[in-house]
């Protein structure tokens, strides 16, 4: 038996016609294969490589939703998946950028079609194979690539919900979420902040979301020489809070009897816990005691990645202070695929 969530927190943008694939492989940080219907991760950058917006991108040639729209064929189109709150103004990155390219951009309404993800509730939380996309014909979705466990999407009209869920148990969006941020997965503009990081910072680089062999496309020149020749010191990692003094577990776990509220304390800065309290990073989100911290990898977990000795000791503590004075402890995990995919230490310049 499947979960299935329904994602509100996102909408859908329509591209149809012949040139959108030239279209979207300028503007986006994937791969677009105008002859594969396999769907994909990607991000849309600024000119400094700086992260807009996170999206899948769905083919649709070939699917009931692509016909009903008078679609032939031989007729690109494509569905872009993203951050709800941010529809309108992706809409009108698109349209700035559009200048007399042959294609039809609409912003889908509210519920016209809706995103769902699917995933296996034995899934573990270390590495494995992701499941692949469902293979029911004439619906929409794809595997989610961005991590192991993530399970799948679906894009989804009202009336087909029951046909293509009826082996899923329909659950809430928070139990999706605290699925991602024990994955350390994150998802819109409130976790990805426009404008003010670099998709490495993120985790797009290693969530299958950036093609470093493709062409041109805005925001390529500085994220090509990030990948080659920086090194990448903070990135999102999954995060626990805990009552100071309490024991910590040695993998992120959420408890659903904790009294913690992790939402409090969004937007924190995260400190080693001594005389100084130096800021190792910060908490970008949270659902009880789990959320997402965007940390600094040497000072706060294990990893090595330059040549430089590491200042991390696992004898240290690491605190957050709410608005109102509350203080709890913090924890960062590196899970199996983040660990993984860093690479070997070696001479690099310096990236923040």
């Known amino acids: 038996m499947c979960a299935a969530a329904k994602l509100t ?14 279209f979207l492989q300028g503007i ?8 594969s219907m396999s769907g994909f991760y990607a991000a849309f950058l600024t000119a400094q490589g700086k992260v807009l917006h996170d999206t899948f991108v769905y083919p649709t040639v070939g699917s009931e939703w692509h ?34 390219s042959k294609f039809k951009l609409r912003l889908l309404d509210e519920g016209e079609l809706d995103v769902w993800n699917l995933w296996k509730e034995e899934d573990r939380w270390t590495a494995h194979g992701t499941a692949s996309a469902q293979q029911t014909a004439g619906i929409i ?76 496309y805005v925001g390529q020149e500085l994220t090509i020489r990030t990948h080659h020749t920086g090194v990448v010191r903070r990135r999102i990692l999954p995060i626990t809070l805990y009552e100071t003094g ?32 130096r800021s190792t990073g910060k908490i970008i989100a949270g659902i009880g005691n789990v959320g997402l911290g965007m940390c600094r990898l040497e000072q706060m977990t294990d990893l090595k990645i330059t040549a430089e000795p590491s200042p991390f000791s696992p004898e240290e503590r690491f605190v957050a202070l709410a608005g109102d004075g509350a203080e709890v402890g913090v924890k960062a995990f590196v899970p ?3 660990r993984g995919s860093i690479r070997e230490p070696k001479q690099q310049k310096r990236v923040e």
């Not at 927190?9 to 030239?22: D, V």
Request: hydrophobic share 30%; with cysteine; aromatic share 4%.
């Open 9 to 22: 927190t996102r909408r859908l943008i329509s591209l149809h016609g012949a040139e959108t694939p030239k």
């Open 28 to 35: 986006i940080t994937n791969n677009v294969r105008p002859e």
């Open 67 to 100: 016909k009903q729209q008078g679609g032939a064929e031989d007729d690109a189109g494509y569905l872009l998946e993203v951050d709800a709150a941010q529809a309108d103004i992706l809409m009108k990155h698109l349209k700035r950028h559009k200048l007399r």
């Open 141 to 216: 979705g794809t595997s989610d690539p961005r991590a192991p466990g993530m399970g799948q999407r679906l894009i989804l009209p009202e009336k087909k919900k029951n046909e293509a869920l009826q082996d899923s148990e329909e659950t809430t969006l928070d139990a999706y979420t605290i699925r991602r941020y024990l994955r350390g997965v994150p998802e819109g503009q409130m976790e990805m902040p426009r404008d003010e990081v670099l998709p490495m910072n993120c985790n797009i680089d290693i969530m299958n979301g950036i093609d470093f062999k493709k062409g041109c």
């Open 246 to 277: 309490a024991g910590v577990s040695e993998k992120p776990e959420y408890d659903p009897a904790t009294t913690i509220n992790a939402g409090e304390f969004v937007g924190a800065d995260i400190k080693k816990d001594d005389k100084r309290k």
């Open 336 to 338: 199996d695929w983040v």
